[in-house]
């Protein structure tokens, strides 16, 4: 590993003198020392920090054969070390099917070759390097990382506090693992329960109260020395349509906007947010032009600059997303992006075409190598405001200090204890005993484990009952179990005191629904616990008692658990509303509700 005096020789002399904070204004000395550093850089340079790129491999410099093969055909490089040489990029982006996420210490050795592959290079300067930690079912790092309640659960604990401990704790673990950007928190207000891609992954449908918990995470992450990101500007949370496969149109009207949509962002910025993300959605209130948000100078410039005053880095969600790609060729959109008033592009399909797509439009002066400064600029400013240009590197020994240790884990199972609902409780249900209810079947949806947890769901909430003194034994049913699944089930609870079932998204036709009325007619109890959003209880007037977990990671599973055993009193109230299953317009459990005991 590079000193740090050759660290610092290969930035061109920027030192701490640069360490000013991302709001600091233009003409500070950090800023003429960034501009005199932007001014030599050559056009081909400043293309390639407006990018954020994705590549395969564990290691920097000797990922597996296969990633190497993968790199070559995606972006025509062997590796991260060369992806950088080639395309100078001023980010990388580390996902779990990329293979970038084995285990800390690995993702440690990563970022730090990233770090010296770019550090090394003439005029080099440090990276970005971000991820999606949002926590719940959008995680990248799993364990033994700690993992935290994802934002609906934390909306349900309604705790700032918590909030704060949640970006404080996972911002200081992604840190020592060299990660110094988090798109992270989800700033949506979710208020269609129809929502196929944001949904739990937002705080709720109050906008107050999403406002808050924003706030209180960005000041977490703040505080561990990692960037924040509100995501998805200019709002994501009433689509019926995901954007990674289609183009979502909001209908709000611009007042709606401003009292829904708006308020959480607007508390970001004043929260002093490192970085907000677009949404590949046409939003014709504020822009009729029938272009993405991503592409739209009057959401970007007009809107989020001007009318929000906000001057910090703008991010493009991924372009390889069909929102973005509908109306426009890949080669056009990270231009009119930047037109627009992006400052980084994310990920796009063909890295080549993008880049010289970017490059060709300076040189035939479509967009002005000024255009360009201003976006480079704010992205240093917010490296120099993260320490990069001092500190860019980690250390295995940091690795062990932070990451998974046992004081973080317990914070979020303390966490997670204060998120878990009860909406219904028949007859006093619960808790149940060891003593009258010892022997528990647990069935259900089974989905793949969202962030490296330990799944499936079935058998962590088995396994947790079972050390809370329970014989409890799992059955995968499925998320549509046929008749012969239901059947096994049946057989099965014929030999239980109590069923427990995790439902994910039951609908009116799906045969979730004829399992726990099938199991409910057999004349056991059943516990219903939603894993993922929590509208089933509508779906499933049958069962005796109805918990919402939010999402089916262990930690939430383990405090549901908790509850179902009397370990842990329910605390959670809806942060969204729960509309009755016949009729959409009618209310059955409002914002705010939760049973106790």
């Given at each position: 590993m590079p000193s740090r005096r050759t660290v610092l020789a290969a930035t061109a002399g920027v030192t701490a003198a640069l360490a000013v904070g991302t709001t600091a204004s233009a003409?500070?000395?950090?800023?003429?020392?960034?501009?005199?550093l932007i001014s030599r850089m050559t056009l081909e340079e400043k293309v390639g920090q407006l990018f954020v790129m994705r590549v395969y491999g564990h290691s920097a410099t000797d990922p597996d054969?296969?990633?190497?093969?993968?790199?070559?055909?995606?972006?025509?490089?062997?590796?991260a070390a060369e992806l950088i040489a080639r395309y100078r990029v001023g980010g990388i982006i580390y996902f779990t099917w990329a293979h970038n996420t084995r285990d800390p210490h690995q993702i440690a050795d990563l970022s730090n070759g990233i770090q010296r592959a770019s550090l090394s290079r003439p005029r080099g300067l440090p990276v970005l390097i971000t991820t999606d930690q949002e926590h719940g079912i959008v995680c990248r790092v799993g364990k033994p990382a700690t993992l935290f309640p994802g934002a609906m659960a934390m909306g349900a604990g309604g705790s700032r506090e918590d909030a704060r401990a949640l970006g404080r704790i996972s911002g200081a673990e992604l840190r020592a693992m060299g990660i110094n950007q988090d798109y992270s928190p989800d700033a949506d207000v979710n208020i269609n329960p129809a929502n196929p891609v944001i949904g739990v992954r937002s705080f709720g449908a109050d906008p107050g109260a999403v406002a808050g918990l924003v706030a209180a995470e960005v000041a977490g992450y703040q505080r561990s020395s990692v960037a924040a990101t509100a995501k998805h500007f200019p709002g994501h949370g009433d689509t019926a349509?995901?954007?990674?496969?289609?183009?979502?149109?909001?209908?709000?009207s611009r007042e709606l906007w401003e009292k829904l949509d708006a308020v959480p962002f607007r508390a970001a910025v004043e929260a002093g947010i490192d970085s907000i993300m677009t949404a590949h959605i046409q939003f014709p209130a504020l822009d009729d032009s029938g272009d993405p948000a991503t592409l739209s100078r009057p959401i970007l410039t007009g809107i989020l600059r001007e009318e929000l005053g906000y001057d910090g880095v703008v991010v493009t969600d991924s372009l390889g997303m069909q929102g973005v790609r509908t109306k426009y060729g890949d080669d056009r959109v990270p231009v009119l992006a930047?037109?627009?008033?992006?400052?980084?592009?994310?990920?796009?399909?063909?890295?080549?075409?993008?880049?010289?797509?970017?490059?060709?439009?300076?040189?035939?002066?479509?967009?002005?190598?000024s255009r360009l400064d201003e976006s480079i600029l704010r992205i240093l400013k917010l490296k120099a405001g993260l320490r990069l240009f001092d500190e860019p590197y980690v250390s295995r020994q940091g690795v062990d200090r932070t990451v998974g240790t046992a004081a973080h884990l317990a914070a979020a199972d303390r966490i997670a204890k204060r998120t878990t609902t009860l909406l219904a409780n028949k007859g006093g249900l619960l808790p149940l005993s060891p003593r009258t209810h010892r022997k528990l079947l647990v069935v259900g949806a089974d989905p793949a484990s969202p962030s490296g947890t330990t799944g499936p769901p079935t058998g962590v909430l088995a396994s947790a009952l079972t050390e809370l003194g329970f014989t409890a034994t799992a059955l995968s049913t499925g998320t549509a179990p046929s008749a012969a699944t239901v059947a096994t089930a049946l057989a099965a609870a014929q030999d239980a005191d109590a069923v427990v079932v995790g439902t994910y998204n039951v609908t009116a036709g799906s045969s979730q629904r004829?399992?726990?009325?099938?199991?409910a007619a057999t004349g056991r109890p059943v516990v219903a616990v939603a894993i993922r959003n929590p509208y089933d209880v509508a779906q499933l007037p049958s069962a005796s008692a109805h918990l919402a977990s939010y999402s089916?990671?262990?930690?939430?599973?383990?405090?549901?658990?908790?509850?179902?055993?009397?370990?842990?009193?329910?605390?959670?109230?809806?942060?969204?509303?729960?509309?009755?299953?016949?009729?959409p317009a009618k209310v059955l459990y409002p914002i705010g509700y939760g049973l106790t005991y």
């Open positions: 003409g500070t000395p950090g800023d003429k020392k960034l501009r005199s054969q296969a990633d190497i093969d993968a790199n070559l055909k995606e972006i025509g490089v062997r590796t349509v995901d954007s990674h496969y289609g183009f979502p149109v909001i209908t709000h930047l037109k627009a008033g992006v400052d980084q592009l994310l990920n796009p399909p063909d890295l080549a075409t993008a880049w010289n797509a970017v490059l060709k439009a300076v040189q035939n002066g479509e967009l002005t190598e004829t399992l726990v009325e099938q199991l089916w990671t262990d930690v939430e599973l383990r405090a549901a658990a908790r509850v179902i055993a009397g370990g842990a009193a329910p605390r959670g109230k809806l942060p969204v509303p729960v509309q009755q299953a016949d009729d």
